[in-house]
């Protein structure tokens, strides 16, 4: 077997090209009829992402000196969600690097693009200890990931296995009033990008009190959520509230983080120390933070949607839960 660093180069080498080829158009078309909410500047940007921040052998590499292959390998189920293209990847990454047997269940929502990053893994390497997950079988460890409902099932089907379950989360947009355009942009696409439905996807925005929040206005390229944003609107208008309406998304005053797809909430603070305070009695909901402002744990306007390898989903160390 191709050692799990020269592996996972080579695919990221096999993706450079990703976007740019009638293989790849293809896949890209089959992924999008087969969930609507994906788009092909999702797909490409998924695909990118990954690539960039993840696929390097520098990159590889100083991730992976923290973290010896495990003596004995587990079978380990992961389950993946569907909600963005490719979002199960980085678990699948995760367990094969940490020296484990991966026996995955993607989403029929995004299965095209998964079943294509493991055909191509099992190219480079046919001895890549990649297997399909049956629900009847017992694993020795299982990682999860689906909304609260799904959640709840997870707990009960591996209660007797040693399990990482991931819930929904939301992510913040933190700005102090200084932000240029770029950095504008930038946000909007943390805001828009999948269409909003990911767990890194901007939800809540802290603004100066009595500051003129501007945004780009930009109108949404998939269909899905252009039928979304109006079923939003018409209920708000139902129900008098105000808001504002910035083309692919509205942003409202509220307390919580929105309960409707393309509504983005706004939150007004005096100090930065309030947002701190807020953001630490609230860690256990966020996934991500966007901002130019001194924010422990900050990452730039318009790097959202491109986590790193030290980026972990609900900040538990995966790496290190798989060696324990």
Request: net charge negative; with cysteine.
């Amino acid at each position: 077997m191709i050692d799990r660093l020269e592996l996972f180069c080579r695919l990221g080498e096999r993706l450079r090209d990703f976007g740019k080829t009638p293989e790849s158009e293809r896949l890209i078309a089959q992924s999008v009829e087969a969930n609507g909410w994906f788009t092909r500047e999702d797909i490409i940007r998924a695909v990118d992402a990954i690539r960039s921040e993840m696929l390097s052998r520098e990159q590889l590499e100083a991730w992976l000196e923290h973290y010896p292959t495990v003596s004995r390998p587990k079978r380990v189920a992961v389950i993946m969600a569907g909600n963005i293209p490719l979002v199960g990847f980085f678990d699948l990454l995760c367990v094969l690097t940490a020296g484990h047997a991966c026996h995955i269940k993607p989403s029929s929502k995004d299965r095209v693009l998964m079943d294509f990053i493991a055909a191509t893994l099992r190219e480079i390497d046919p001895t890549v200890p990649i297997h399909d997950y049956s629900p009847s079988e017992v694993y020795d460890m299982a990682i999860a990931t689906g909304g609260d409902d799904a959640n709840r099932y997870f707990r009960e089907h591996f209660s007797s296995t040693r399990a990482l379950l991931r819930g929904s989360r939301h992510s913040i947009a933190i700005l102090d009033g200084a932000e240029t355009e770029e950095e504008l942009r930038g946000l909007e696409t943390d805001i828009t990008a999948y269409s909003g439905l990911g767990c890194r996807s901007v939800a809540m925005l802290f603004v100066p009190r009595g500051s003129e929040l501007r945004l780009p206005t930009t109108e949404p390229v998939n269909p899905k959520l252009r039928g979304g944003l109006r079923s939003t609107v018409a209920l708000l208008e139902l129900q008098h509230a105000s808001y504002t309406y910035h083309g692919a998304f509205v942003t409202l005053h509220a307390e919580d983080f929105p309960m409707r797809i393309a509504v983005v909430t706004i939150r007004e603070y005096d100090t930065l120390d309030e947002v701190r305070e807020w953001i630490e009695a609230n860690a256990e909901s966020l996934q991500c933070i966007v901002s130019h402002a001194a924010i422990a744990g900050a990452v730039p306007f318009g790097r959202a949607q491109y986590p790193t390898l030290w980026d972990y989903a609900d900040g538990v160390d995966t790496m290190r839960w798989l060696g324990e």
